[in-house]
């Protein structure tokens, strides 16, 4: 779960520079975004997320827990384990969730000034046309990134509680399978061939 999470926000970073370079710099996307750059993002972005992942797992060997072995959350994530350890003093563990924040602020401040950048191109459009175009190639990636870093925010920044709710468990849930799902769903009907195979599928299921 922690690796794909990690690898999630890395391909979030590398698809937002896509629509930078689609929209503003189209002469030169095929130059730039080539087959061999594609796949060093995301070879890197699985890479990254799969060191976190493991730097993580591996700091968890360490931990010392006491009393009930029970966490509130569907899945072992951090803080969950962070609650039922006995240690203040976790450097492993820590470190690799400091490593995490600095790297997601990171991809957080790109992914914002690849929008400053396209927006700023896409409004000097002179077409409504042109521009609903534009927006519609980046509207779907935006909600996904959006929907990953507010439900992940507010899992992780909000206030410990003793109690933790229902509803903390369910947003959990939300941002580590919600956006990976919706990616290729979005992406694939966007394309004609995949709109065509769902039809037919469609019509002989109907």
């Not at 384990?81 to 492993?92: A, F, G, K, R, Y």
């Not at 690799?96 to 914002?112: P, Q």
């Not at 409004?123 to 046309?129: A, D, E, R, V």
């Amino acid at each position: 779960m922690t690796s794909f999470s990690a690898s999630e926000i890395f391909v979030l970073t590398a698809m937002s520079y896509d629509h930078y370079v689609a929209i503003c710099c189209p002469l030169q996307y095929e130059v730039i975004m080539n087959a061999g750059a594609c796949t060093l993002m995301a070879g890197v972005s699985w890479a990254i997320g799969g060191l976190f992942g493991t730097g993580y797992t591996a700091g968890t060997f360490f931990m010392p827990f006491c009393g009930s072995n029970v966490i509130p959350q569907f899945f072992c994530d951090v803080s969950s384990l962070l609650s039922i350890s006995c240690s203040e003093t976790l450097l492993v563990v820590y470190t690799s969730i400091g490593i995490g924040m600095c790297l997601g602020i990171s991809c957080f401040i790109c992914i914002v000034i690849s929008y400053a950048y396209i927006f700023s191109t896409v409004l000097k459009i002179p077409t409504i046309k042109g521009q609903s175009k534009a927006f519609s190639t980046c509207f779907p990636h935006l909600v996904v990134f959006t929907l990953f870093i507010i439900t992940a925010c507010f899992v992780y920044l909000k206030a410990t509680s003793n109690t933790p709710l229902v509803i903390d468990r369910l947003l959990s849930v939300v941002y580590t399978v919600i956006p990976p799902i919706l990616n290729p769903v979005i992406y694939s009907l966007r394309n004609k061939d995949m709109k065509w195979a769902l039809m037919r599928l469609l019509q002989k299921t109907l």
